[in-house]
Antibody, heavy 116, light 110 residues
Framework: EVQVVESGGGLVQPGGSLRLSCAASGLTFNTYWMSWVRQAPGKGLEWVAHINQGGSEKYYVDSVKGRFTISRDNAGNSLYLQMNSLRAEDTAVYYC?????????WGQGTLVTVSS | EIVLTPSPATLSLSPGERATLSCRASQSISTSLAWYQQKPGQAPRLLIYDASSRPTGIPARFSGSGSGTDFTLTISSLEPEDFAVYYCQHRSTWPPTRWTFGQGTKVEIK
């Protein structure tokens, strides 16, 4: 059974940094594209970033380019999202998901709150 | 940039009724569309991919159709657990590469 578990969320002040982690099991991690998708309170889903199997291709939504960095550790079956220069509008539940064109396995999410 | 527009925003139906949800793309996307279900406090779940394919474990009452710009998710007979929010999603192959979600349709109990 595929399991995806996010961690690292919390309360951070505007302008601060946070690093999210995602641990995946039950799949051959290094054969999957991985992504981060977020959901602001009471709002819809927003794709944030994607990374290919080897980590050489990375894509970001315009609103986080230059501030967020997606990365992965295939030896440790882990995905990361380094978030810098955080803004109030980055407040959301952040989900880790597997898949290239579609997101077929999701974690339960980790809440990031940006507030002073 | 491709925009996905779902309709209606809210659908009020009773258990046992048929639900028809639509998603319109701002330009042709062939059959490159997925549908997700999300219940309160839960992660989204993939229901349909490639417009009409169901992943293993998704009940047969969920079906998808469409191509080009107009897509439909049909729930043939609503079960109590089907009342949720449904999102359509597309991966654009045109530069810039991006993944886009529609705003969602809420299916609520009438």
């Amino acid at each position: 059974e595929v399991q995806v578990v996010e961690s690292g969320g919390g309360l951070v002040q505007p302008g601060g940094s946070l690093r999210l982690s995602c641990a995946a099991s039950g799949l051959t991690f290094n054969t999957y594209w991985m992504s981060w998708v977020r959901q602001a309170p009471g709002k819809g889903l927003e794709w944030v970033a994607h990374i290919n199997q080897g980590g050489s291709e990375k894509y970001y939504v315009d609103s986080v380019k230059g501030r967020f960095t997606i990365s992965r550790d295939n030896a440790g079956n882990s995905l990361y999202l380094q978030m810098n220069s955080l803004r109030a509008e980055d407040t959301a539940v952040y989900y880790c998901a597997t898949g290239f064109a579609y997101h077929d396995h999701w974690g339960q999410g980790t809440l990031v709150t940006v507030s002073s | 940039e491709i925009v996905l527009t779902p309709s209606p925003a809210t659908l009020s139906l009773s258990p046992g009724e048929r639900a028809t949800l639509s998603c319109r793309a701002s330009q042709s996307i062939s059959t490159s569309l997925a549908w997700y279900q999300q219940k309160p406090g839960q992660a989204p779940r993939l229901l349909i991919y490639d417009a009409s394919s169901r992943p293993t474990g998704i009940p047969a009452r969920f079906s998808g159709s469409g191509s080009g710009t107009d897509f439909t998710l049909t729930i043939s007979s609503l079960e109590p657990e089907d009342f949720a929010v449904y999102y359509c999603q597309h991966r654009s192959t045109w530069p810039p590469t991006r993944w886009t979600f529609g705003q969602g349709t809420k299916v609520e109990i009438k």
